[in-house]
């Protein structure tokens, strides 16, 4: 159950996200319909309700596109959406391996960059199907390299709620709020997880 749960989180805040990147009407349209076959498709093929696993031959398919929401808090024109994007597509072919390499070269070339922590974070997520001890590390060094940015943690408390990890990830997005400021761009982003999330276990509302 906790498969499906964080299937239908990811959707939702990938609509969000791209909501706040300001696609409208068909594009939106269009966008919601390619992530809800997609969703489907991983319901059928991935059984989102069975506990994880270590990814084999299913890498590619247990990928979760962040890309939206990263550029809800980032922008899309960065100094790291290159690498960024080599690892993505690595990742969607099933390299998972090589996807956390390309970030691994990225960080000690570029060890203050805290997109590129963030992303090797979710990199080592997804190809763990897990939180693991480096990509906490990961994430905890995108929050010393830029202090109290929102992005860090938001991905850290998406990480965890792929892992199992309801109640952290719902902490760390209400402190994310109780400092964020009202005109925030990113806040209705981090409002729609926190509602995702804040249903009775295995009901996430949207």
Do not use: C
């Not at 570029?110 to 997520?125: E, H, K």
């Not at 760390?172 to 981090?190: E, F, G, Q, T, Y």
Request: hydrophobic share 50%; glycine share 12%.
């Amino acid at each position: 159950m906790i498969g499906f749960i964080v299937l239908v989180l990811l959707i939702a805040l990938s609509l969000g996200a791209l909501w706040l990147l300001r696609v409208r009407g068909a594009a939106l349209t269009a966008s919601a319909a390619a992530l809800l076959l997609g969703g489907a498709g991983y319901a059928l093929q991935g059984s989102p309700g069975l506990p994880g696993a270590p990814a084999q031959n299913s890498e590619a398919r247990d990928v979760f596109p962040l890309t939206q929401a990263r550029h809800a808090f980032f922008g899309e024109f960065t100094f790291a959406e290159p690498w960024l994007r080599i690892s993505e597509a690595l990742a969607r072919d099933g390299k998972g391996e090589d996807a956390v390499g390309v970030l691994q070269n990225a960080v000690k070339r570029y060890p203050g960059d805290p997109q590129l922590w963030i992303g090797l974070g979710n990199a080592l997520v997804d190809h763990a199907q897990g939180m693991t001890p480096a990509a906490e590390l990961a994430y905890r060094r995108a929050e010393a390299a830029a202090p109290g940015h929102p992005a860090a943690p938001f991905f850290y408390g998406l990480a965890l709620a792929r892992s199992g990890d309801r109640d952290g990830a719902l902490k760390l997005w209400k402190d994310i709020l109780a400092k964020a400021p009202p005109n925030a761009s990113w806040r209705p982003l981090v409002e729609q997880g926190v509602a995702a999330l804040s249903g009775p276990a295995g009901h996430p509302n949207l």
